[in-house]
């Protein structure tokens, strides 16, 4: 994408994006020019002028970072996933 180098693995409905801005320029990506949704952003790490959107990311000049892309809404599959953990941790009441 332009003088941004991007890599990405994925797992379930979650997609790890790296990107590294190699050009002494800002620059765009959407998540559908990489073939994401991105329903759901959060930023795992950044270095320099990084700014992202529910649309996409920018780089500033020699910028990167690290975003974490889901297909639905990451804090509800939290909030799903605590509660599965307190049901399979419960235990039965005794009489």
Do not use: C
């Not at 332009?2 to 994925?10: E, K, L, Q, Y």
């Not at 959107?53 to 889901?70: C, P, Q, R």
């Amino acid at each position: 994408m332009g003088g941004v180098d991007i890599a990405t693995w994925s797992t379930g409905g979650e997609t790890l994006v790296l990107a590294a801005n190699t050009y002494y320029i800002t620059s765009t990506v959407t998540w559908k020019d990489i073939g994401l949704d991105g329903v759901s952003v959060e930023t795992a790490y950044t270095s320099g002028s990084v700014a992202t959107t529910g649309s996409g990311f920018t780089l500033d000049s020699v910028a990167s970072g690290a975003f974490i892309v889901g297909s639905e809404d990451l804090s509800a599959v939290a909030i799903g996933k605590r509660s599965h953990q307190r049901r399979a941790n419960a235990r039965p009441h005794e009489h």
